[in-house]
């Protein structure tokens, strides 16, 4: 592919940028830049990605080492967002490591889909990415519905209660909230949206329904994996005995 074809490609994506810019900018939204920079980082990384992997896709040790790269670069980017710490560091790490190991496991196991270094680097880089956006929600979800519940966790702290149970219920809440975008795409799949591995498997040529059984697969592992993560991430940041310091 050369410059000329890429040319509608690169005005569309301008132009789509900047109305987004442009909409945040008009309501007066902070961090009104963060998508544009978002997506011009994108372009770049994708960019990058897809020359690296036209060499390596075929060979399961370097396309071990690209998930292993995506794993941590997923965990790191999650820890910044529900506060840097080692500690937060490695509890993240530690949650959607069993939660993208015990999936991808059981989707290999079952042969629910074949074991091949194509597939594991697809479904895995799905699998990191939605982990990684769950374990954000979910501990940004607990900090903020301590933070904004304090009085009541401090009477069930007063009343003899532990930590953790004194904020068992805005975990339990909290996990809900982080799977909510998860179990909308899942439920409206097919009816409102189109996911992306369906669409670029039938581009791919594989037939419809071929497509369909690999995207189902793909939606009960992000599901999972997302359970797992939730619940390993708030059940270790939910209990508490001072304040949480508010998020950005």
């Keep these: 592919m050369n410059l000329p074809d890429l040319l509608p490609t690169l005005a569309g994506v301008l132009i789509l940028s900047a109305i987004g810019t442009a909409v945040l900018a008009w309501y007066g939204v902070p961090h009104r830049w963060a998508p544009l920079l978002a ?20 060979s399961g040790f370097w396309v071990g080492v690209a998930l292993f790269v995506m794993f941590t670069i997923a965990a790191l980017t999650s820890t910044r967002r529900i506060g840097w710490s080692w500690r937060h560091a490695s509890l993240i790490a530690s949650a959607m490591a069993l939660g993208v190991s015990v999936t991808l496991g059981v989707v290999f196991a079952t042969g629910a889909i074949e074991l091949s270094a194509r597939y594991a680097l697809a479904i895995g880089g799905i699998v990191i990415g939605n982990a990684m956006t769950i374990a954000t929600l979910s501990g940004r979800n607990i900090s903020e519905a301590v933070t904004d519940h304090w009085e009541d966790v401090e009477g069930w702290l007063a009343l003899g209660a532990t930590p953790r149970q004194s904020t068992l219920e805005l975990g339990r809440r909290a996990i809900y909230n982080a799977l909510v975008p998860s179990i909308d795409q899942t439920k409206t799949t097919g009816l409102v949206t189109l996911p992306g591995a369906f669409v670029g498997a039938i581009f791919g040529g594989v037939s419809p329904i071929e497509a369909g059984r690999f995207q189902i697969v793909v939606l009960a592992s992000i599901m999972a994996a997302g359970a797992i993560t939730a619940v390993v991430v708030t059940w270790w940041l939910a209990p508490v005995k001072f304040k949480p310091v508010k998020l950005d």
């Design 39 to 58: 997506i011009l980082r994108g372009v770049v990384q994708l960019a990058a990605i897809s020359v690296i992997l036209a060499g390596v896709i075929t």
